[in-house]
């Protein structure tokens, strides 16, 4: 039997409306800040467990430290309890069945939400050392794994700002540990065993909301009418 967890991480803004959805499954914990506000700290610590970190001196290019240090440090606090697979979630990010999501993701090596189709997405196309064609949402938001391969996703921090965008640097670091070329193909990374479960979400009409005041839109429902997008 694989035993699942969920590593919520990030800022608790949304702690009343995240901890209403989520405070009743098992193996689940928020890793956050110390500094948080301590009502939410309280409030939160009362349903679930609470890894508090520290915050670096330098957050790196799109936070990418702020990230890798709270979603790392709840990985190692799910893989002490045993946990072998993990749905990594923001603490905006709100799902409508995580029970169901969870049965369809148990057993998947790597999966991420979805990805633009090459060339679609030229706004966000980076001219970097390597063609990035909008990798969208793999990693900043939500994705699933085995405990040891995101383990090592997560695992660095960046030292000066360079205009590489999180989600690339995280999925250069997990293919790198599944001993992939890294290439930002779908083909690709089907053939290598990461899979994309947003059709999944269509299929069994799970809603992935991102509640960030910025956003605020259910992802799944954004999307479901194009048809841009790799799953």
Partial sequence: ??????????????????????????????STWEDEPIENLNYISKYIPLVLNKKPNFSGYLNI??????????????INQGVEEILKIRGDIIISNPNKLLSLLKGR?????????????KDIYYELIYPHFSHDYPSDLIMYGE??????????????ISPIPPESLIAYHIL??????????????IKNQISFFMNDCFKNKIDIIWINAKHNKNITKTDIDKNIFDY
């Fill in 1 to 30: 039997m694989i035993k699942q967890g969920i590593v919520i991480q990030g800022p608790t803004t949304y702690y009343k409306e995240i901890i209403n959805k989520y405070k009743d499954l098992p193996n689940i914990v928020w």
């Fill in 65 to 78: 430290n702020l990230q890798n240090i709270t979603t790392l440090n709840g990985i190692s606090y799910l």
């Fill in 109 to 121: 090596k790597m999966s991420f939400l979805q990805m633009c189709k090459e060339g679609i997405r």
């Fill in 147 to 160: 405990s040891n391969i995101l383990y090592e996703g997560f695992n660095f921090t960046v030292e000066e």
């Fill in 176 to 189: 790198q540990k599944m001993n992939i070329e890294f290439k930002l193909n779908y083909d690709h990374l």
